[in-house]
């Protein structure tokens, strides 16, 4: 516990060691949507005794309830998760913009500088001592040392699990709640009737009312929820009745929706959408890869390259499809270079397709964030993909280096 002033250094830090965090708004500057809080015009009904409705209203994934009857304040993802999981407290907020940070706070505290905060103090946490590196048994902080997979406290870990679809975590027990800079905690996985994580680390069902706040975990939401919830702008969303309104393919097939022509269509039958379902490539069977959590045919291979025809996917199926056939996510100067075969490959004169980041060059399989637009007159437009962004000019490409 300590008192709030000392807060200041979250306003600046959000991994409160290590890199600071980078600012959603820097992010918008080269990003076609970058991941924000999101905010809902209309909350779900409330819930008169959301303690006695869901059991615990804030659970943690080691058991720990933060009850609405804490003393305590304690940080959420969204400010709406206080007034709809807890009705009698306050909410409050530190900082501006996007390095604001929301608390729920007992109805006694009328200011955030009044507030008391319930914190993880990882120096309570006692290392491995002796035990190193052992894979699926311990795995290393941010600072060096070693924890057993089983401890129940969050950790923090190194920045690179940021991108922790493609830097996999030692521990399968364990989840990293990534954030836009520095150095991010590991947590246990969440129990399996509440087995979505908010950006907090707090467990919700997947069929909770309201929004839940993942930020930048919006892979989380498909992974956990899929055919239940869909992400939008840093939100893991319920999946609507009528899905004519979902205006992207990811959104369209994580809700188990057919995106035809542009639109999403009706739902597919449910034996459609068990028969074939995946969350790696490990799911499906050989000359195939996990596309949008099914199972799909890795496309031919021609002169080094590969290109999936069919439009749409986010960067994660990207990797999967490059992994499966043995290759990589190309770079933006492999598609400037070999345009016309990726045309050609593509079916298309005009798309745009996952690359990686020419400044990471050193980094194997780094998230493949960045994107190329290849054009007709083959100018490359280089733009920044969202990990979870899905459209109908989106090509994967894969290289065989």
Known sequence: MRRVFALFCLLFCQSGCGVPAVPTSDRVEISIEAPVKAKVSEMAEMPEQAEQKNGCPFLKSNGEC????????????????????CPGRNALSLGQGSYTTYYCAPKTVQSPFEMNINETDETEVVPASGRGNIPGKTFSAWNGS?????????????????????????????????????NPYSVLKCPEDRPLPDEKGFCHSCDEEGPVGVSFNEEKC???CDGK???????????PDDLSGLKDVLSCRSCGGIWEEGKCREKRAPDHLG?????????CGNGEFCYLNECHFIPKEEGGFACLTEAGGDAFSAFLMCQAMGMSVPYEKEVFENAELLKKLCGQEEFSTYVLDNLNTEV?????????????DEYII??????TIGNEETRLTCIRR
């Not at 940021?162 to 836009?180: A, H």
């Not at 280089?382 to 990990?387: A, D, K």
């Open 229 to 239: 919830r869909y992400a939008l702008r840093g939100a893991c969303l319920l999946c």
């Open 66 to 85: 933060l009850s609405c009857d804490s003393p305590e304040s304690f940080e959420v993802a969204l400010e709406e998760d206080c007034a709809r999981l």
């Open 275 to 283: 028969a074939r379902l995946c969350r790696e490539n490990k799911d």
């Open 146 to 182: 070693y924890y057993d997979c089983s401890v129940s406290s969050p950790i923090r870990v190194d920045s690179k699990y940021n991108d922790d679809s493609f830097t996999p975590f030692p521990c399968e027990e364990r989840i990293v709640l990534k954030q836009g800079g520095g």
């Open 222 to 224: 498909r992974r956990f």
């Open 364 to 376: 194997k399989d780094a998230l493949p964030f960045w994107g190329a637009f290849v054009s007709p």
């Open 382 to 387: 280089p733009s920044f993909f969202m990990g």
